[in-house]
């Protein structure tokens, strides 16, 4: 099956070279091109693609506006693309607000190619792009800044014991062969796990789990 992608950024160069680089490869191919944030939600709707790489910085609708409409669609809507977010780390804090928005995951604008062509495959197949070194770095600041809320706490208590030592971990950017090894506990175990705490508190993957575990407090940079 090809995976068809839709390539969002104000630079021109930018996306030639994206899209040069994705229609190479034989599962892979580039749908459409926007130049900002509005283009790009017309050609989602249009072009329905599997995968949007959206930059964040962009003249008018900027990437984060663009992925919380792609995420929250109107009703007339059933196509919800995966979205990954094109950043520096300059712009961490919206990185940070659009991976809480549904973004399945960040990729550095000066990555090679081939981690490019793997950030397509990883989120096209349903999966979150998560490097627990880069996301430790991405969310330092706002796990001091972002104090637990009322909410927070009101989501958490709905977690077993279990579950919050789970969401622990998937916080600090471990595997589920990592947590089922820390736990003493079996893999498909861990993985029943996961699936409860999603939807319990109604997480899209792991990207937003992360996030939650930083924002209320249960992990810190740090550890």
Do not use: C, W
């Amino acid at each position: 099956m090809t995976v068809s992608v839709l390539i969002v950024d104000d630079q021109a160069m930018v996306r030639a070279g994206f899209a040069a680089i994705l229609d190479a490869q034989p599962d892979l191919t580039v749908v459409g091109q926007a130049a900002d944030g509005e283009e790009a939600i017309e050609l989602s709707h249009r072009l329905r693609p599997d995968v949007v790489l959206m930059d964040v910085r962009m003249p008018g609708k900027n990437g984060l506006e663009a992925t919380r409409e792609l995420m929250s669609p109107p009703p007339r809507i059933d196509h919800v693309p995966r979205v990954v977010i094109l950043t520096t780390f300059d712009i961490d804090e919206y990185v940070h607000d659009a991976l809480a928005a549904g973004a399945s995951g960040f990729l550095l604008k000066d990555a090679p190619p081939a981690d490019l062509v793997q950030a397509v495959r990883v989120v096209a197949a349903g999966d979150a792009l998560l490097a627990p070194s880069v996301t430790k770095r991405l969310l330092q600041r706002f796990a001091e800044q972002r104090p637990a809320s009322d909410a927070h706490a009101l989501r958490l208590a709905e977690l077993t014991e279990r579950e919050r030592e789970i969401l622990v971990r998937i916080g600090r950017g471990l595997a589920n062969a990592e947590i089922a090894a820390e736990l003493f506990i079996a893999e498909q175990t861990v993985k029943s796990h996961v699936t409860r705490i999603f939807t319990k508190l109604h997480l899209r993957d792991r990207v937003q789990a992360v996030i939650l575990a930083y924002d209320a407090g249960l992990v810190s940079p740090d550890r």
